[in-house]
């Protein structure tokens, strides 16, 4: 049986779409097989995540951010590349494309599985509503919520656990020290040629709350132990070593620092309200690394303008923070702009996820890190 040799990369990075060669769906030699791709297409019909045929392995359309010889990928996938580059324009990159290269639609009526660019932007995940032979979907971020609303009831959906952990968690830890040791006077005292001596928290000796024990909470925990500090955890489900949600209230109050980490549900969703927010210590630190909406802001604005609490946040609600916000201008609030995954520490991860999924695609294993849909995650 003749098995079609695998084409090359197409890029739609270059703001061009693609030529007819790129568009030659099955090709023995140098003669285009219409029969070859009818069976193909009634193949895929019948199949998820799977085209093998009477020993013969058909070839997926793959659509990734990434070009090809920048990985180590199979031989036998049809690899398409768009950037999704960030609006250059925009100070909010996370949240911002250019969408003028977007894929050609006679690329995205063929692709199967999708790797959205790194970012939070409505025009990289509504794509999602123009690949009609989609299966499965891979997300650069930790959160999925803003991908749930474009997706079909047969899509598979996976997250990028265990890429952001080494660049959230170092962000997490850089917060609770510099709100603890007061870094952002000595910043702000520098400016003005100020020598600020004084005392100030040290990390040793504190009671330190993770709200959520993912891999992110987890490589912070791994992060805190040189630090001489107690660490207690919470996640939704109890387990051994870990409280649950139900178990916050009194947690709450034996914390000097509590860190957020918890994905965005509707569980979660303001959970950070005026009684959590009561129930801590007095001047206690609140960091944010999961999702603004997680905080009631206006709750959060009453505590730290009071000065009864203090907040580290690289996410806010709403976000970007805008200019004027009580916020800002608080002794006791430190406020990254949304950069826990914005290292260097990103891309070799994210590549290693990218090549790792599509190894499982092209031998057909089950994907990783599947969040929702009918696949079972292994």
């Known amino acids: 049986?003749?098995?079609?040799?695998?084409?090359?990369?197409?890029?739609?990075?270059?703001?061009?779409?693609?030529?007819?060669?790129?568009?030659?769906?099955?090709?023995?030699?140098?003669?285009?097989?219409?029969?070859?791709?009818?069976?193909?297409?009634?193949?895929?019909?019948?199949?998820?995540?799977?085209?093998?045929?009477?020993?013969?392995?058909?070839?997926?359309?793959?659509?990734?951010p990434y070009p090809p010889e920048s990985?180590?990928?199979?031989?036998?996938?049809?690899?398409?590349?768009?950037?999704?580059?960030?609006?250059?324009?925009?100070?909010?990159?996370?949240?911002?494309?250019?969408?003028?290269?977007?894929?050609?639609?006679?690329?995205?009526?063929r692709i199967e599985f999708y790797v959205i660019p790194y970012g939070f932007a409505d025009d990289a995940s509504s794509l999602i509503t123009r690949?009609?032979?989609?299966?499965?979907?891979q997300t650069l971020t930790a959160g999925y919520e803003h991908?749930?609303?474009?997706?079909?009831?047969?899509?598979?959906?996976?997250n990028a656990r265990?890429?952001?952990?080494?660049?959230?968690?170092?962000?997490?830890?850089?917060?609770?020290?510099?709100?603890?040791?007061?870094?952002?006077?000595?910043?702000?005292?520098?400016?003005?040629?100020?020598?600020?001596?004084?005392?100030?928290?040290s990390l040793a000796d504190k009671t330190?709350?993770?709200?959520g024990y993912g891999a992110i909470g987890q490589a912070i925990e791994a992060r805190l132990r040189p630090f001489e500090c107690d660490v207690l955890r919470v996640a939704r489900s109890a387990r051994d070593g870990i409280a649950g949600f139900a178990s916050l209230p009194e947690l709450l109050g034996r914390a000097d620092v509590v860190i957020l980490?918890?994905?965005?549900?509707?569980?979660?969703?303001?959970?950070?309200?005026?009684?959590?927010?009561?129930?801590?210590?007095?001047?206690?630190?609140?960091?944010?690394?999961?999702?603004?909406?997680?905080?009631?802001?206006?709750?959060l604005t009453a505590e730290v303008v009071s000065g009864r609490l203090r907040a580290a946040l690289d996410v806010t609600d709403p976000e970007p923070l805008p200019p004027g916000h009580r916020l800002w201008a608080q002794p006791g609030v430190l406020i990254s702009p949304h950069v826990g995954g914005l290292s260097t520490a990103f891309e070799p991860r994210a590549r290693r996820l990218v090549q790792s999924q599509l190894r499982r695609l092209d031998t057909g294993e089950p994907l990783a890190n599947i969040v929702v849909g009918p696949q079972v995650s292994h």
């Open 71 to 109: 990985l180590t990928l199979p031989d036998r996938l049809d690899v398409h590349v768009w950037e999704g580059r960030p609006d250059r324009s925009s100070q909010n990159l996370l949240s911002n494309i250019g969408a003028a290269d977007l894929p050609r639609p006679e690329v995205l009526d």
């Open 1 to 64: 049986m003749l098995r079609k040799p695998p084409r090359r990369a197409v890029h739609h990075d270059l703001g061009r779409g693609p030529t007819s060669s790129d568009l030659d769906l099955d090709v023995v030699g140098h003669h285009a097989r219409p029969d070859i791709f009818d069976l193909r297409t009634s193949l895929r019909r019948l199949t998820p995540l799977t085209w093998a045929l009477v020993g013969s392995r058909l070839v997926p359309d793959v659509l990734i």
């Open 261 to 299: 980490t918890c994905p965005l549900t509707e569980e979660t969703r303001g959970m950070v309200d005026a009684s959590f927010l009561a129930a801590m210590r007095d001047g206690a630190l609140l960091v944010n690394v999961a999702r603004g909406p997680v905080v009631d802001t206006e709750a």
């Open 208 to 211: 330190v709350l993770l709200v």
């Open 147 to 158: 991908v749930l609303p474009y997706l079909r009831d047969d899509l598979t959906l996976c």
């Open 162 to 201: 265990g890429v952001h952990d080494a660049s959230a968690a170092e962000l997490a830890v850089t917060l609770t020290l510099a709100s603890l040791r007061g870094v952002p006077a000595f910043v702000r005292a520098q400016e003005h040629g100020d020598w600020r001596q004084g005392w100030y928290d």
């Open 131 to 137: 690949m009609p032979r989609l299966k499965a979907v």
